[in-house]
């Protein structure tokens, strides 16, 4: 870890140095046992994969061969839907894959991120020999004209915080500096209301770099399933560092069937009024901060105690949460939570008065 940190310049950009640590050290739970609720996981909560499954099994007996070995039939079922041509897509074992394969492909770049965000653009730069500045996006403007990155990377909506980004907002940066490539994950963007960059928007600005995710609306983060969208030529040169047969046959299979599904159960507008009442519900309880988000999503600021301890007493109960207290520079308890169906959310709500009473004692 110090050989990571090493490569990354630290700078006065208003991110102080326990900033950078922490941007390298989150990362999302990898708890393995049965649960009764799990509020870790930011992905839709109530998907029906009954009939995914189904044609799934039929795909099984397929795989007594090796996939496609650039998953050329997944990016035609989505230049398709989305208006573009199949050379503009690049599919990943998920977007942690298209992450890296950026990071590799640009090495040795300037890379501005806009923190607090996803631990792994700072990790990918870091190990492609990136020079690293952080910056708050209230400061992004004023930290591009300052550092010159070649790259920004960008989450949208935000990983932790559920932060959106205008879109026309971010149209006015692409203009604004065309000689940088700016990198907007949208791995989210099923999960907020904000008018999101659409896949098209490659074709206006040849500095943009799309990366989406099939999983996190689905419910499938198991078979890895991501893509990039972005010129041919940038294509072109992000394939260059592909891993042939990266993507399995059933994640091609999955993403090719979900193209073709016209309707699911996704119902973002209840989630979001379910969240309301989850954050007010929390609120009531007098130990906690709710931070605002426009995704189902959000963090928490603890009053008393600690996330950590929070966290080992809810995973008593078969409750899992996310401790976030390293997404925060100065070291605040927090924890992130994405809401569930009202029984679960319902029980942690009943699990927090109870760790609030145990405090107290």
Known sequence: MDTIINKIQYTTNTVPLQGVTACLNAHGDDYQGTLKANFSSNVWHEADNTDLYNHLSTILPKTIRYPESEAQSLKIALAER?????SQFSIGNGSIDIIYRIAQAFSAKKSLIVFPTFSEYSKACAVNNHTIELCYRENLSISID???????WLCNPNNPDGYCFDRKELQILFYTYPQVT???????????????????????FPNLILIHSLTKRFTIPGLRIGYVIAYESIIHQLDQYKIPWSVNTLAIEAGKYIMRCKEDSFN??????ERNRLQEE????????????????????LLKGKAA????????????????????NNGIEMIRLNTLSPVQNDLLIDNLNRWKQSLSR
């Open 82 to 86: 989305y208006a573009l041509k199949p």
């Open 282 to 301: 929390i609120s009531k309880i007098g130990l906690f901060k709710i931070i605002p988000s426009q995704t189902p999503f959000f963090l928490v600021t």
């Open 309 to 328: 301890d929070l966290k080992a007493f809810l995973l008593k109960e078969d409750i899992l949460i996310r401790v976030a207290t390293d997404f925060d």
């Open 146 to 152: 300052i550092h010159q990155p070649d790259l920004v």
């Open 268 to 273: 973002l507008k209840a989630w979001l009024e």
């Open 182 to 204: 700016f990198i907007i994950d949208q791995s989210f963007i099923d999960f907020s209301l904000q008018e999101a960059l659409a896949p098209t928007s490659i074709l206006e």
